[in-house]
């Protein structure tokens, strides 16, 4: 059992008045907090008015006729070749999401032509059906209505032959004068791009293209020139690594191909009782990222301190350089520790960092060299085509832009005046050129300056190839005709270049010479090759030492790390509110970013009391003597101290009209050293304003408690809800970290209520669901997975303020340890479909009953509003429909105003027909004043038994997904029935000693069972028992 | 005295008329006979060419006018021979082979479209036909009984409704009538008796009925019935039984399933598949309607609006341009918390169409015949088995699946399996 305590805020860890007071409250807000007679808000004659205006209104409804619904036919043209769609029923197409560092190959599932929801495509040897928040919410974007319906001229509405007759003879007029041309493009790999880039610079070749990525990783394939030969980034197999050590890498989160790798790093982090054995993972950072807090082991560091660190770690495992020592201890124990385990691990271990910087890939290089890593573990047979852009090529762009070297610009879904530290030099640019266009879907940062905006069709309206590792390749295939007038960015460069074969008469004939079939064989697969698992040449480690330049960095005060979050990202996805609104997995703030704080920090400035009213205190940081006003100060346990951390991917202002002004923008504060891109600065200064930021922060409300009153649990601080132990006691003992469970079961055999029996689920269904906290990353693709599935409403920043986001699904954060160093414990937390459900008994109208398959059901229809159920739900996992936020309410539009997602009391997205279309037509919208939750995926459980029934034969195990359980890359998730034995989640439950029920002593006989958290340390880390951190 | 002339003249004019008539029918090519109604044998095989007709010949022919084929009236008289006849239903292009001259008109005059051959049909069957054909009103009968059944029964609803008003007319009427003479009498008391002298207190109607006690009476009834009214009509919002609006097009199903005998599931493709049984596109309606260019009831003209729907232009025989969407009005029209699929119960349970949705064949104009109300859903899923033997995924149960063996239990209702539980339906 253990005896740690673990905390989710510093209000919590301090255990201030107010944190206590906010625990104890079912809302995190005052109901009426400006609704008050001397407001000006309710009193007794608006009761008055407005009763009566209901009854009138009530009155003169009843009094019309019901409106008359039409039935539209599914009208098929049959002069054309048609797929026959049964209204009613889903269909999924083969995809491929891909955003330049990220890949997936994914099915759509499309119901009456529209598609709806992306799900994992298992068959794929790559992502083997894992999907990520950004998957999840891509198809959200389709109907952003922020994108351009059309070309534009000036930014005037114009069509396609306009537009492509001026630009052609504008190009021809350019090429002919011999004026160069700028061809600026993300990363590019797609070979039907890559293909159209090759067209167009043979028409005309005074283009010069240039790629880049706003997040770039070109230091790694800089070095690997240096060390390989070749400037690739090799795949690395963590799931063959026994030993993981990253510095500055959260190649979990936000790295490159961050979801295939999550899921080959989780399946060596559960051990069974069979086969107890995990991967040990180190982590060096300056700031807690999501593959850090992941780490057995953490070592906070400066972010100028990691190339020591580097060198450091290479004379110790026997390689060349001199140790010099780092500041502080636990670094310095760190680089010993890891060092004797890698030399006891050669060729099954792994250095990664992900710090863009020559230097440092270099030593990475020659640290795995000296190790022997290369071939199993680092694989250089299979390199990315993600993230090629090169740092160089844009530095040298920007010099020559501003020296008006180019006549013409074109940037295919670029946007340099956003994402890159030349803004203003793009911006005079783009403004001067003779001719300049933008290929991006709206009017951008960049796009805005372009005399011809050409939109390109979202990666669900096109065709493409993308191939992200070499020798394989994913095919993108339209599941819906474009809803705008909008051209693939590809085509327009081979319309531009003289080629008017269309594009998916291309593609298709490029698929055929690809894979030697039909291509409709392929394009239903999805993709075609195996990428190489092992292999490759190791690493020339003298000439990286060689190359690595001599130390002189001096640095002064604060060094600033810039990193991306899981949610917007690089800022692509600004305007995707379901992204804006996934808490990011560490800070779990929504809607914006801010600048993280070490703890010693807070310590230093009397920072005591912040999140529990969620009004941080502001600061402003001064970078290279600019200074960024007001940003708020989110404390962040495991910062290395003298550091601060901003997220990148903020503060656009044409994204749309969710992802505008939200944050601040900080690529202007990069800087381009040596060519390379560097996403660190030193030298900031810190000062807190005296003024407070309304944060839309999550974790500090919604917090389970456990009952210290019950007679065997003294203060043992959450020691039921989140449970973890160590391998070496796992190895032991299978009941590690859940020893108490027998004695739970033992003493708790009653109910709290007398007389209170437990339903009868000895025939049919009983549903189960497990999650394995070891498996869990806490990336978040279930919780967007949840909201696409069942019609969640996104909130907007003012509502998740005041604690009234609606997810059914959230990812509970719990730290526990020493403050400046913590241990991180991810928690998906959703209805634990209790069978003795304190919600049910207190529902006045039995809104909220249980089924005879053991779910907790919610009528919303029934539902009355009393939030009694709750008030009484120790999970904390109800929701309440505040306001009408999809439009459901009889009476139409009640939220009229303004409705930025912002600073207003509520938005309207969902008010949108076309926004429309992404809703499940299997769940309905709940309307205002009901309670809603977790529902497991109900409408997936009926269709599974239906499926079962018309074919009849029993239901099979894992034949129901919930809609987490196929997001989740890991397999943390496990959904089933505990009727049949058989079944993974009864085995589970019946066997593992890990597993263990949330809260169990209360005897909620909860349905969903979670295992026990097993960290690969080598001794219980010492204890941190504080009630009051004086410090 | 009588003589017997004028009874032989009579006699001798009935045989010459008999004989004539004879000879009349012996010049006949096809012998049909006619059939009187009291002639029980006779309309039984009227009966089965009926069926016969209806089940082979409708789709392209009909009896008094042209559709694909040509109109079958007086087809008897067109051919020479009754062998020849049957010979051509039964294979018309061997008879068009054998270079008989009559099938080789009759195929050209129809734009040499081969008649779809029925080697079937034995030559008592084709006449059978025959005999329906040319005398259809004996057959018909039955359904015109049940059309004037059905009539009725429309008919007794509104009589129903009309009877009630009238009831409530005349007890208003009778009530009012019964106030003054009561007034009457009363004031004619009242004068007798100042006549006789006596002193009489002088009390109103008014005063009599509307005093306090009374008028508390009245309200409380008053309120009682407004509240009830109220109730109901609560209950009742949203609800339309009986819903049948105009359609934009007059499509009949009592023509097409009650006459045509064309299945639900032809056009209703989606009902075994999907949740929504489906409307069908003018595809499917294309399937028979590019032939079949003309109905019995408004001719062309509702036919000539589904061709303006599809995008066919019947004098070309091709479709013109994009079909566009029919705005039928919906009727049965579901809340949207409600999650109702359609193949669980006609698949899964085996539930008749017409269980929900009434008679349809008989529908001139759809309208909806269930409630559709909760209490009528929940009523269903009390009442009606589980195929529990039949269909393997209630193995689950095992536990019913042991009692039903054994005997203890007699049957498992919907019910029993959860098919009343909030979220069977409400998700």
């Given at each position: 059992m253990s005896n740690k305590k673990y905390w989710t805020s510093l209000d919590e860890l301090n255990e201030t008045p107010q944190y206590k007071e906010q625990a104890a409250k079912e809302f995190n807000f005052e109901i009426n907090e400006n609704d008050t007679e001397e407001n000006g808000g309710t009193n007794r004659r608006d009761f008055l008015k407005a009763m009566g205006f209901s009854v009138s209104v009530a009155a003169l409804a009843s009094a019309c006729k019901i409106p008359t619904h039409k039935a539209i036919p599914y009208t098929i043209d049959l002069r054309k070749a048609v797929p026959e769609v049964t209204p009613g029923l889903a269909v999924y197409f083969a995809s491929t999401f891909y955003d330049g560092s990220e890949f997936a190959n994914i099915l759509v599932k499309t119901r009456e032509g529209r598609p709806i929801k992306i799900e994992g495509n298992t068959e794929s040897p790559f992502t083997l059906g894992g999907t990520s928040a950004k998957a999840q919410a891509s198809v959200l974007s389709l109907y952003d209505v922020s994108r351009l319906p059309n070309p534009t001229i000036k930014n005037k509405k114009s069509d396609w032959k306009t537009v492509d007759a001026e630009i052609i003879s504008k190009l021809d007029t350019i090429a002919k004068s011999g004026g160069k041309i700028a061809l600026v493009t993300g990363t590019v790999a797609s070979t039907i791009t890559k293909n159209a880039i090759e067209k167009f610079v043979a028409k005309y070749p005074t283009t010069t293209v240039v790629s880049y990525d706003a997040i770039s990783s070109y230091a790694t394939r800089k070095a690997n020139q240096i060390s390989l030969g070749s400037p690739v980034i090799p795949t690395i197999n963590y799931d063959k690594a026994e030993v993981i050590v990253g510095f500055n890498a959260d190649f979990l989160g936000t790295g490159i191909s961050?979801?295939?790798?999550?899921?080959?790093y989780a399946s060596n982090r559960v051990p069974t009782k069979d086969k107890p054995k995990m991967s040990r993972h180190h982590q060096f950072q300056s700031t807690m990222t999501l593959a850090g807090s992941n780490a057995d082991y953490r070592y906070p560091i400066k972010p100028s301190e990691e190339k020591q660190a580097l060198i450091n770690l290479l004379a110790t495992v026997g390689g060349s350089g001199t140790s010099k020592p780092l500041s502080g201890k636990d670094a310095n124990d760190g680089i010993a520790k890891v060092a004797k385990e890698l030399l006891a691990n050669k060729g099954k271990s792994v250095v990664v960092s992900g710090t863009n910087d020559v230097d440092i890939q270099l030593l990475v290089n020659a640290i795995n060299g000296t190790l022997g890593n290369y071939g199993e573990i680092i694989n250089t047979a299979a390199t990315y085509n993600l993230k090629s852009g090169n740092d160089e090529a844009l530095a040298t762009l920007a010099n020559d832009l501003k020296a008006g070297a180019y006549k013409g610009i074109i940037l295919l879904g670029a946007n340099p005046v956003y994402n890159t530290p030349f803004a203003d030099i793009f911006k005079n640019a783009i403004q001067k050129a003779e001719l300049s266009v933008s290929t991006a879907d709206r009017a951008d940062e960049s796009a805005q300056y372009c005399q011809y905006i050409t939109p390109d069709s979202h990666y669900l309206e096109s065709w493409d190839i993308i191939s992200p590792v070499t020798g394989f390749y994913g095919f993108v295939q339209p599941t819906i005709v474009n809803l705008f007038d909008t051209r693939q960015s590809a085509s327009s460069l081979m319309t531009w270049a003289g080629d008017t074969t269309p594009i998916g008469k291309f593609v298709q004939n490029e698929i055929t010479a690809l894979t030697g079939a039909n291509y409709e064989a392929a394009v239903q697969l999805g993709f075609y090759g195996t990428p190489a698992l092992t292999g490759g040449s190791g690493a020339n480690v003298a000439a990286s030492v060689a190359a690595v330049k001599a130390d002189g960095v001096a640095t002064k005060g604060f060094e600033v790390v810039f990193y991306e979050k899981i949610g917007v990202g690089d800022g692509g996805y600004a305007n995707n509110p379901f992204l804006q609104e996934l808490p990011d997995p560490i800070s779990k703030v929504t809607w914006d970013n801010y600048v993280c704080v070490p703890f010693s920090f807070a310590k230093e400035k009397g920072i005591e009391s912040q999140p529990a009213d969620k009004?941080?205190?502001?600061?402003?940081?001064?970078?290279?003597?600019?200074?960024?006003?007001?940003?708020?100060?989110?404390?962040?346990?495991?910062?290395?101290?003298?550091?601060?951390?901003?997220?990148?991917?903020?503060?656009?202002?044409?994204?749309?009209?969710?992802?505008?002004?939200?944050?601040?923008?900080?690529?202007?504060?990069?800087?381009?050293?040596?060519?390379?891109?560097?996403?660190?600065?030193?030298?900031?200064?810190?000062?807190?304003?005296?003024?407070?930021?309304?944060?839309?922060?999550?974790?500090?409300?919604?917090?389970?408690?456990?009952?210290?009153?019950?007679?065997?649990?003294?203060?043992?601080?959450?020691?039921?809800?989140?449970?973890?132990?160590?391998?070496?006691?796992?190895k032991k003992n299978e009941h590690a970290g859940n020893e108490d469970r027998e004695k739970i079961k033992e003493e708790f055999s009653n109910s709290l209520y007398d007389g209170y029996k437990p339903h009868d689920y000895k025939q049919g269904h009983h549903w189960g669901m497990t999650v394995d906290l070891n498996a869990c990353v806490g990336c978040g693709a279930c919780v967007v997975a949840c909201s696409v599935e069942n019609n969640v409403p996104v909130v907007g920043k003012r509502q998740v303020y005041r604690s009234q986001e609606m997810h059914w699904l959230r990812i509970d954060r719990y730290y526990n340890g020493n403050p400046d160093n913590p241990d991180v414990a991810f928690q998906p937390m959703m209805c634990q479909h209790c069978n003795n459900a304190p919600c049910e008994n207190v529902c006045p109208v039995n809104a909220t009953n249980h089924s005879s398959e053991g779910l907790n059901q919610m009528a919303y229809n029934r539902c009355i509003g009393t939030r009694y159920c709750a008030n009484n739900c120790p999970y904390k996992v109800r929701r309440f429909n505040w306001l009408d936020y999809q439009g459901a309410d009889s009476f139409g539009k009640f939220n009229d105003g303004k409705r930025s997602f912002t600073d207003s009391e509520s938005q309207d997205y969902m008010f949108e027909d076309l926004t429309r279309m992404v809703l499940n037509p299997d769940v309905v919208t709940r309307s205002r004043g009901v309670i809603e939750k977790c529902s497991f995926c109900v409408q997936r459980i009926q269709e599974g038994k239906l499926t079962a029934k018309k074919e009849g034969r029993p239901l099979k195990d894992g034949e129901v997904k919930t809609a987490c359980q196929a997001a989740c890359t890991t397999g943390a998730i496990t959904f089933g029935d505990q009727n049949n034995k058989e079944s993974a989640v009864a085995k589970t439950f019946d066997t593992d000693g890990r597993n263990y029920f949330v809260l169990e002593e209360q005897h909620f006989l909860s349905a969903v069972g979670y295992q026990v958290k097993i960290r690969n340390k080598d001794e219980e880390p010492a204890r941190f028992f504080i009630n009051k951190p004086g410090v | 005295m009588y003589s017997c002339k004028p009874i032989r003249k009579i006699l001798a004019l009935i045989v010459i008329i008999l004989s004539l008539s004879l000879s009349k029918t012996s010049f006949a090519a096809v012998a049909v006979p006619d059939v009187a109604a009291t002639d029980a044998a006779g309309v039984e095989k009227v009966k089965a060419g009926m069926a016969l007709y209806k089940a082979n010949c409708t789709a392209c022919h009909a009896i008094d006018r042209k559709v694909v084929g040509p109109a079958l009236a007086g087809v008897w008289d067109r051919w020479e021979s009754e062998a020849k006849l049957v010979a051509w239903v039964q294979n018309s292009s061997k008879l068009i082979a054998s270079g008989d001259a009559y099938a080789n008109k009759v195929f050209n005059e129809n734009n040499k479209s081969v008649m779809t051959a029925f080697p079937q049909l034995s030559a008592e069957q084709v006449m059978d036909i025959l005999l329906y054909i040319k005398n259809p009103g004996v057959a018909e009968p039955a359904k015109t009984a049940a059309a004037t059944d059905g009539a009725t029964a429309t008919g007794t609803g509104d009589t129903k409704g009309t009877s009630n008003w009238y009831i409530w007319a005349l007890i208003t009427f009778l009530a009012v009538l019964a106030l003054l003479l009561w007034s009457v009498t009363s004031k004619l008391d009242k004068a007798v008796r100042e006549k006789a002298g006596e002193t009489v207190e002088d009390v109103t109607l008014d005063k009599k009925i509307f005093n306090k006690k009374t008028f508390k009476v009245l309200m409380l009834i008053g309120s009682i019935l407004l509240v009830f009214n109220i109730f109901n009509g609560a209950i009742d919002l949203g609800r339309s039984q009986g819903y049948a609006p105009d359609q934009p097009i007059k499509f009949s199903h009592a023509l097409h399933v009650g006459q045509n005998q064309i299945e639900c599931q032809y056009c209703h493709t989606g009902v075994e598949k999907s949740k929504h049984a489906s409307i069908p596109g003018t595809q499917i309606c294309m399937n028979c309607h590019k032939y079949v260019q003309q109905g019995p009831k408004y001719g062309k003209e509702e036919i000539a609006k589904i061709y303006n729907y599809a995008g066919w232009d019947p004098d070309k025989a091709k479709f013109v341009e994009a079909p566009k969407n029919i705005e039928w009005v919906k009727?049965?029209?579901?809340?949207?918390?409600?999650?109702?699929?359609?193949?669980?119960?006609?698949?899964?349970?085996?539930?008749?169409?017409?269980?929900?949705?009434?008679?349809?064949?008989?529908?001139?104009?759809?309208?909806?015949?269930?409630?559709?109300?909760?209490?009528?859903?929940?009523?269903?899923?009390?009442?009606?088995?589980?195929?529990?033997?039949?269909?393997?995924?209630?193995?689950?149960?095992?536990?019913?699946?042991?009692?039903?063996?054994?005997?203890?239990?007699?049957?498992?209702?919907?019910?029993?399996?959860?098919?009343?539980e909030c979220q069977k339906c409400h998700y």
């Open positions: 961050s979801l295939e790798n999550t899921r080959k009004k941080v205190p502001t600061a402003n940081v001064t970078i290279n003597g600019k200074t960024i006003k007001d940003l708020p100060v989110v404390v962040q346990f495991g910062q290395a101290a003298g550091t601060l951390a901003i997220a990148l991917g903020y503060g656009r202002e044409k994204a749309g009209r969710a992802g505008d002004m939200v944050g601040k923008n900080m690529y202007a504060y990069t800087k381009s050293v040596n060519g390379v891109t560097s996403y660190t600065v030193d030298g900031a200064t810190i000062e807190l304003t005296g003024n407070t930021y309304e944060l839309a922060l999550n974790q500090t409300y919604h917090t389970l408690m456990e009952d210290n009153n019950l007679p065997m649990r003294e203060k043992k601080y959450r020691g039921s809800i989140v449970k973890e132990t160590t391998l070496e006691e796992y | 009727i049965h029209n579901l809340p949207d918390h409600v999650y109702f699929n359609h193949s669980q119960h006609v698949k899964v349970g085996g539930i008749k169409c017409q269980t929900c949705h009434g008679k349809v064949e008989e529908y001139e104009v759809m309208k909806q015949f269930a409630p559709l109300s909760m209490g009528w859903c929940i009523n269903c899923h009390r009442q009606t088995e589980v195929k529990f033997a039949e269909n393997k995924y209630y193995s689950v149960f095992q536990k019913y699946q042991e009692e039903l063996k054994k005997g203890t239990k007699a049957k498992v209702t919907v019910e029993d399996i959860g098919g009343t």
